[in-house]
T-cell receptor
Framework: RKEVEQDPGPFNVPEGATVAFNCTYS??????FFWYRQDCRKEPKLLMS???SGNEDGRFTAQLNRASQYISLLIRDSKLSDSATYLC????????????FGAGTTVTVRA | GAVVSQHPSRVICKSGTSVKIECRSL??????MFWYRQFPKKSLMLMAT?????????EQGVEKDKFLINHASLTLSTLTVTSAHPEDSSFYIC??????????????FGPGTRLTVL
């Protein structure tokens, strides 16, 4: 079983729509959770950390469910510039701070 | 925010040659650097963890004699792909972590190096 699993998509949505997707992680000892964004042929860039209480950053909302071991990302009022691959990333101090990456969820926002 | 640079950004080489990739933390000291490889449409795969002044720790299945890692200072780590073969063609990305990243162990990524072995 992969450490982090994501629905690869693609999610094709019109501008202004809301899109949401999840990822699941297998290591119950995981302590840190992130969503990274990766554009084609570029490096991943941190979108937001995910906190236990859930957090919001502008149009992006992340939720963490430790009991069910899943993380979600919701994008409101989608913009064309939101088109990217979103990587679910999980880390654990007990694993020497290594990060485990999901394969990514591709989102395409169309005009 | 913390900035990590990589050099070169792109390299094309002949089979059998060695290629060195540099990863630098520009405005912070990186106690730990990580090297990843990413194939098209695949996830980042951790190759090795590099701590300043000590030997790198390689992930299972990664040949340490083929992928030489040196972390000589708190701002520089290098990855040398020795005797490169076409199957080594990939996107190599480094990341750096500071000692102050705390419980959230955020990593800052370099822009990546695209290696093509002919």
């Amino acid at each position: 079983r992969k450490e982090v699993e994501q629905d690869p998509g693609p999610f094709n949505v019109p501008e202004g729509a809301t899109v949401a997707f999840n990822c699941t992680y297998s290591n119950s000892a995981s302590q840190s959770f992130f969503w990274y964004r990766q554009d084609c042929r570029k490096e991943p860039k941190l979108l937001m950390s995910v906190y236990s209480s859930g957090n919001e950053d502008g149009r992006f909302t992340a939720q963490l469910n430790r009991a069910s071991q899943y993380i979600s990302l919701l994008i409101r009022d989608s913009k064309l510039s939101d088109s990217a691959t979103y990587l679910c990333v999980v880390g654990s101090r007990s694993n020497d701070y290594k990060l485990s990456f999901g394969a990514g969820t591709t989102v395409t926002v169309r005009a | 925010g913390a900035v990590v640079s990589q050099h070169p950004s792109r390299v094309i080489c002949k089979s059998g040659t060695s290629v060195k990739i540099e990863c630098r933390s520009l405005d912070f000291q990186a106690t730990t650097m990580f090297w990843y490889r990413q194939f098209p449409k695949k996830s980042l795969m951790l190759m090795a963890t590099s701590n300043e002044g000590s030997k790198a720790t390689y992930e299972q299945g990664v040949e340490k004699d083929k992928f030489l890692i040196n972390h000589a200072s708190l701002t520089l780590s290098t990855l040398t792909v020795t005797s490169a073969h076409p199957e080594d063609s990939s996107f190599y990305i480094c990341s750096a972590r500071t000692s102050g990243s705390g419980a959230y162990n955020e990593q800052f990524f370099g822009p990546g190096t695209r290696l093509t072995v002919l």
